[in-house]
């Protein structure tokens, strides 16, 4: 599911950036889904392109689903573990020659997430069936934090924006179980007020 997000995203960024005049983008892709670096340390963001980068995964606590069972239309009880919400922490950085056309790359980015903060099937027809939508918020660090990012991805900083992309849900709908109901409770003297 993490991949289906990620392409969405990148394909919308694309989209949105060859439509600005002032990019003068030809057909050629400018936004990539990779890694900041390589195993051998070398930058893996192509030149003259932005890079999506997962650079965390986090469970969303607030909403996070307790219930784990539900009536079938045959009546039985299925039980299933609730689903689980996850937001993603993507890292859009900017590999240009030139500085101030990366900076103009990744002002367009943020452009793209303030017109398009919130991805359903309406807005969004590539969107996987699965997905309900999706919310994206400017995530800022602080120098520290970003000192500590840059140091774990293991590059030296290049021009960057981090995004939250909320609440992405992962549900294996394969039953544990599946039992009739219960339809009736006795209380017939065991134990109960004797």
Same mark, same amino acid.
Do not use: Q, R, Y
């Given at each position: 599911m993490i991949d289906k997000v990620l392409d969405v995203i990148k394909t919308g960024i694309q989209e949105y950036l060859v439509r600005l005049p002032e990019l003068n983008i030809t057909s050629e892709t400018v936004v990539h889904i990779t890694?900041?670096?390589?195993?051998? !340390?070398?930058?893996?963001?192509?030149?003259?392109?932005? !890079?999506?980068?997962?650079?965390?995964?986090?469970e969303e606590r607030v909403m996070k689903a307790q219930k784990s069972s539900s009536l079938t239309s045959g009546g039985q009880v299925v039980h299933v573990n609730p689903d689980v919400k996850i937001n993603l922490y993507v890292l859009i950085t900017a590999n240009f020659n030139k500085y101030a056309t990366g900076l103009g790359f990744l002002s367009g980015a943020m452009r793209f997430f303030q017109a398009n903060g919130v991805f359903n099937h309406e807005n969004t027809p590539g969107l996987h069936p699965d997905i309900e939508k999706l919310i994206a918020e400017l995530f800022t660090l602080s120098f520290e934090q970003q000192n500590h990012l840059w140091g774990s991805l293991g590059a030296k900083y290049m021009p960057s924006v981090l995004y939250k992309i909320r609440m992405i849900t992962i549900q294996e709908a394969a039953a544990a179980d599946e039992q009739p109901p219960v339809r009736a409770v006795s209380l017939s003297g065991r134990g109960i007020g004797t």
């Open positions: 890694p900041v670096v390589k195993p051998n !340390g070398d930058i893996a963001v192509p030149d003259n392109s932005l !890079g999506l980068t997962l650079v965390s995964v986090e």
